[in-house]
């Protein structure tokens, strides 16, 4: 039930076990430009920007 609540709020959502990913919304999906299927199982700091990339504002 969850999934549909999670899946229907139109926010980039994600799951995170143990520093993997165990479940993406489609929203969180868009965000990032890969499919759900390729997201769940990957380890979340990789899909996290570099310090040096970060603009300071």
Same mark, same amino acid.
């Given at each position: &039930?969850?999934?549909?609540?999670?899946?229907?709020?139109?926010?980039?959502? &994600?799951?995170v076990d143990d520093g993997t990913i165990v479940y993406a919304s489609t929203e969180f999906e868009t965000c990032f430009g890969h499919p759900r299927t390729s997201l769940v199982g990957q380890i979340f700091w990789d899909y996290l920007p570099d310090e040096s990339d970060i603009g300071s504002g």
């Open positions: &039930m969850y999934r549909t609540i999670v899946g229907n709020t139109g926010t980039a959502i &994600m799951f």
